[in-house]
């Protein structure tokens, strides 16, 4: 208890870890779990059913776990879950998921979140990604792990952006964002992939390889969306280091839906 500042106001049935701190005029609701080693800093307001793994860091002025910005909620007790290790910068907020979707709000591990992001109802949030300051999800978005969005980054609802993918600042989407994609624009265009950044992952030059010929097909050769999958699959053969990678690039191109699209 020596770590809660006495000016919090932490509900008697919130659950705590003992190695959680709790900075100054914090309010804390009593259906949120905090897991060991996290730090939540002084004026948040943490509140629904929300929980929150280990050895996050959050910073001051955030506002988790509030009711979707959504006509339709009637107080049903959806949920935000947030992982491990996670450092959330100041004046951010995350809403509580919406009995529309699967009613979970859900944050994954290592993410790096900068000031005044806005996470909305039912976003599904990868591992290791980076989100620049004032990054704006409408409902429904997914983020697969080690996405980066700069800032002032605007994504529509329903909109996914594959793993490694890549935003520049104020670009703003409307349509899905293939893995190693990266786009600029408003709206918002391919202008390569993310070649630096697989490398400082430690990419084989064979796997990086792959990932080249998977641009080229599907924004250099003029091929429509069916033609260019059909030549990422037979990838797979002449590339057979990439074949993990070409396989996440087909299933995200098979969930994407005629109406919405690719970013291209």
């Known amino acids: 208890m020596l770590l809660i500042h006495p000016t919090a106001l932490v509900d008697s049935a919130a659950e705590l870890d003992s190695t959680v701190s709790v900075g100054p005029y914090t309010v804390i609701g009593p259906h949120v779990k905090v897991g ?12 629904g059913h929300t929980t929150i793994g280990s050895d996050n860091r959050i910073f001051q002025f955030n506002s988790l776990g509030a009711i979707p910005q959504d006509k339709k909620y009637a107080g049903e007790p959806c949920e935000l879950r947030i992982g491990d290790r996670n450092t959330i910068r100041e004046f951010c907020t995350f809403n509580i998921g919406s009995p529309g979707d ?55 609802q329903f909109v996914r952006l594959g793993a490694h993918s890549m935003t520049a ?60 999958r059909t030549r990422i699959a037979e990838l797979a053969l002449s590339h057979p280091d990439t ?16 109406q919405r699209g690719i970013v291209r």
């Not at 190693?180 to 202008?191: E, K, S």
């Not at 993990?244 to 087909?250: G, L, R, S, T």
Request: charged content about 15%; aromatic content about 8%.
């Open 243 to 258: 074949a993990v990678d070409v396989a996440m690039m087909q299933s995200f191109l098979d969930k994407t839906s005629p």
């Open 36 to 47: 060991s080693g996290t730090t939540i800093g002084p004026h948040c307001v943490i509140e």
């Open 169 to 228: 600042m104020c670009s703003l989407l409307f349509a899905d964002l293939p893995p190693f994609v990266m786009c600029q624009g408003q709206p918002a265009a391919a202008r390569s992939m993310n070649f630096e950044g697989l490398r400082r992952r430690g990419w084989s030059p064979e796997r990086i390889s792959g990932v080249k010929a998977m641009h080229k097909a599907l924004y250099r050769d003029d091929l429509t969306l069916d033609q260019a």
């Open 102 to 156: 699967t009613g979970v709000t859900q944050i994954g591990n290592d993410n790096w979140i900068m000031a005044y992001v806005h996470l909305a109802h039912d976003c599904l949030v990868g591992n290791n990604t980076i989100f620049a300051n004032n990054s704006q999800l409408a409902g429904h978005v997914q983020v697969d792990d080690w996405v980066i969005l700069g800032g002032f980054t605007v994504v529509h």
